[in-house]
């Protein structure tokens, strides 16, 4: 029954995810004995196959810190200053706690006047010169900023003294003990930062500790060798990013990933020598590529990852703008097959809505998937929730499109020098998910019953099934699409987990 992927994917027609079927296989195992570890890139494993890409509405600390709490990645996006962009990095890498608040810093001279300033995180620090990184002088409680009947009051007639505190490598359970041992509601966390003395990085409420411990556990966290989370970035290909890529290494980045919606050019492979030969111990991952010949050159140059998709992103106008591009399952695979003959592993960017794509992606042959829309209403995407009618939701918005290039994005379209901007994204809004901290887990439980189903209990062993025309796939139809999907009730509530 079916056909071999080889075959199917050889007739002249690109096809994306929905389009494409598996046929089942044959079931020895529990969904339980199915792993899905996997490889980044030659030398960075993970123990769970998803990136968060590098977008300025998906990831920056916080998305990073979780992400490799889960035992995936986040990769911090460069839409912002080289040296901020390496301090995201820092922060991610400098603590074990899964998350991050988005904290608040204010000068004494200054006055709080309005509550939201106090909606990302229950109190506001109160440094030297206002500046996160400047000498900490106190905090500012919400009820005693409520009990004031002036709001124009100066902080420092009202702070209290910075007291408590507990150092940024502790574990999340030895916070957890700490704050209930002493009866405290929040405690912040601090790491050194020479002469200044400390530094916050975060904190942690016991409302953060009950919501984290009622989330199901998955695998182990991505560390590196010198124990902290693995966390990557991405870069461009002009002569800055050089800088940049500097900062990052000193930031201790784990993986650098070379962002373009066309990485098949003579900067990119420029960029790769240079980055390669300045710095061997570093993997780097090449891309976007959606062909073999593209994936062949950014090979040979020495890349230890491979990015593939170009349009196939619920953001992207790629393909109607420029007329490239390619159906996203018929990529991954094209590109997965010559990969794999190389020992490179292979990142299936966007087009990710449930986990089905993602069972396709990683049978087709991919090593992870790299997704944005699907992390981009969680809370730990930057930004805050915003009201649709009566949806909560968070902006969205693709890294081609004008509002994200007047920032400096228009470098992945390799726009950067031309004196009219051409848009290649759109911005949106996606809806509010509530924690990748649980519904990543949920998610990763479905792929496990998917791989279950095609009788793989292992990413290579199901690349091997593939590869042997065991598993077949077939072509939906219009009509066998739709009857895939939820069909034929007059309503229905859609709750997966
Ligand atoms: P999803 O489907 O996960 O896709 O939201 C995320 C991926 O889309 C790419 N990307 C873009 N592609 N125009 C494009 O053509 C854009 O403005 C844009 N912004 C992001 C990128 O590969 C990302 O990982």
């Known amino acids: 029954d079916g056909l071999p992927a080889a075959r199917l994917f050889s007739q002249g027609y690109s096809y994306t995810y929905d389009d494409v079927i598996f046929l089942p296989h044959y079931i020895d195992f529990p969904t339980d004995a199915v792993s899905l570890s996997t490889k980044l890139s030659r030398h960075v494993a993970l123990a769970t196959p998803c990136v968060a ?6 990831t920056e600390s916080s998305m990073a810190a979780a992400m490799a709490s889960l035992g ?5 996006h460069s839409n912002n200053a080289a040296s901020q962009q390496a301090s995201l990095v820092r922060l991610a890498k400098s603590h074990k706690i899964p998350f991050n608040h988005d904290l608040v810093f204010k000068s004494p001279a200054e006055s709080i006047l309005s509550s939201e300033e106090f909606l990302s995180a229950p109190c506001i620090f109160v440094t030297e010169s206002g500046a996160q990184n400047s000498k900490l002088l106190g905090t500012v409680q919400k009820p005693d900023w409520d009990r004031l009947a002036d709001k124009e009051t100066r902080i420092s007639d009202y702070m209290r003294n910075f007291s408590i505190s507990l150092p940024a490598g502790y574990s999340f359970e030895d916070v957890a003990g700490y704050l209930a041992k002493n009866e405290l509601e929040v ?6 930062n020479g002469e200044m003395g400390e530094e916050v990085v975060n904190l942690v409420t016991i409302d953060d500790i009950e919501r984290i411990r009622g989330f199901p556990k998955l695998g182990l966290p991505s560390l590196g060798s010198d124990g902290e989370f693995l966390v990557g970035a991405s870069i461009g290909t002009r002569e800055s990013d050089k800088e940049r890529l500097e900062h990052l290494v000193k930031a201790g980045v ?5 962002d373009s919606s066309q990485g098949n050019s003579i900067y990119q492979i420029e960029m790769i020598k240079y980055a390669k030969k300045t710095y061997p111990e570093l993997d780097l991952i090449g891309g976007n590529v959606v062909t073999t010949y593209q994936a062949q050159n950014l090979i040979q140059a020495g890349v230890d990852g491979l990015r593939v998709g170009m349009g196939s992103g619920s953001i992207c106008t790629t393909q109607e703008v420029c007329a490239v591009g390619r159906g996203q399952a018929t990529a991954v695979y094209k590109v997965a097959s010559l990969a794999a003959q190389n020992g490179v592993p292979v990142i299936a960017d966007g087009g990710i809505s449930n986990s089905g794509h993602i069972v396709k992606a990683l049978t087709l042959g991919a090593s992870t998937v790299m997704m944005g829309s699907f992390l981009a209403g969680s809370n730990e995407a930057p930004g805050t929730y915003e009201y649709q009618g009566s949806h ?3 902006k969205y918005r693709g890294m081609g499109s004008l509002e994200a290039m007047t920032k400096g994005s228009d470098a992945r379209y390799l726009g950067d020098k031309a004196k009219l901007k051409i848009a290649q994204g759109v911005v949106g809004a996606v809806a509010d998910k509530g924690s990748v901290l649980k519904f990543i887990p949920y998610t990763m439980q479905a792929v496990k019953q998917g791989f279950q189903d095609l009788g793989a209990s292992s990413l290579q062993s199901a690349h091997d099934l593939l590869r042997s025309c065991v598993l077949r796939l077939e072509v939906r139809t219009g009509a066998a699409q739709f009857e895939g999907g939820i069909h034929g009730l007059i309503s229905y509530e859609k709750k997966s987990f």
């Open 392 to 394: 909560r939701v968070k």
């Open 53 to 58: 890409s590098p977008m300025d509405t998906v």
């Open 254 to 258: 784990n993986v650098v990933v070379l």
């Open 187 to 192: 405690v912040p966390l601090v790491r050194g």
């Open 72 to 76: 995936a990645i986040g990769i911090i």
